[in-house]
Antibody, heavy 116, light 109 residues
């Protein structure tokens, strides 16, 4: 069974940092692109960042460039999102998602709240 | 950046009725890399359709996708009570790997 389990969410003040983790199991992690997608409260889905199977290619949306970094460790079946200089508008649920062209498996999400 | 526009914003229907959801792209979607997701309150999205018309694993056959280029449709032939949810389209390609539509809510009439 494919499982993606996020952790590391929480409450942080503007300007602060958080590191989200995603533990993958039930599939060959090194064979898949991985992604982070977020959802602000009551809003739609927003792609955040993607990383290629071996980590050699990474992409992120303009709103988080220079502040968020996606990374992975295939030996540990783990994906991370390092978030710094957090803003109120970064508040939302962050999903770990498997797939290159579409997201075929999603984690349950990690809630990030940025507020003073 | 390809912008996806979904319509209608809300669809009010009764169980057993047919639902037709539209997703229009601002530019042609390469190789029909267009997917549809269902999201229920408090849950993560679930992949329904990929490649514009291919059903994901375990998805009932009352869900079908069609279209190409810039115009895509998700059809639910006979709504079941569990189908009332929000539906998103998503495309792959261009300078941003993924973009999503704003969603269509299918609600009970």
């Amino acid at each position: 069974e494919v499982l993606l389990v996020e952790s590391g969410g929480g409450f942080v003040q503007p300007g602060g940092s958080l590191r989200l983790s995603c533990a993958a199991s039930g599939f060959t992690f090194s064979g898949y692109w991985m992604n982070w997608v977020r959802q602000a409260p009551g809003k739609g889905l927003e792609w955040v960042a993607s990383i290629q199977q071996d980590g050699s290619a990474r992409y992120s949306e303009d709103a988080v460039k220079g502040r968020f970094t996606i990374s992975r460790d295939n030996a540990r079946n783990s994906l991370w999102l390092q978030m710094s200089s957090l803003r109120v508008e970064d508040t939302g649920i962050y999903y770990c998602v498997r797939g290159a062209y579409e997201g075929d498996y999603w984690g349950q999400g990690a809630l990030v709240t940025v507020s003073s | 950046e390809i912008v996806l526009t979904q319509s209608p914003g809300t669809l009010s229907l009764s169980p057993g009725e047919r639902a037709t959801l539209s997703c229009r792209a601002s530019q042609s979607v390469s190789a029909n890399f267009l997917a549809w997701y269902q999201q229920k309150p408090g849950q993560a999205p679930r992949l329904l359709i990929f490649g514009a018309s291919r059903g994901a694993s375990g998805i009932p056959d009352r869900f079908s996708g069609s279209g190409s280029g810039t115009d895509f449709t998700l059809t639910i032939t006979r709504l079941e009570p569990e189908d009332f949810a929000v539906y998103y389209c998503q495309q792959y390609g261009g300078s941003l790997p993924w973009t999503f539509g704003q969603g269509t809510k299918v609600e009970l009439k």
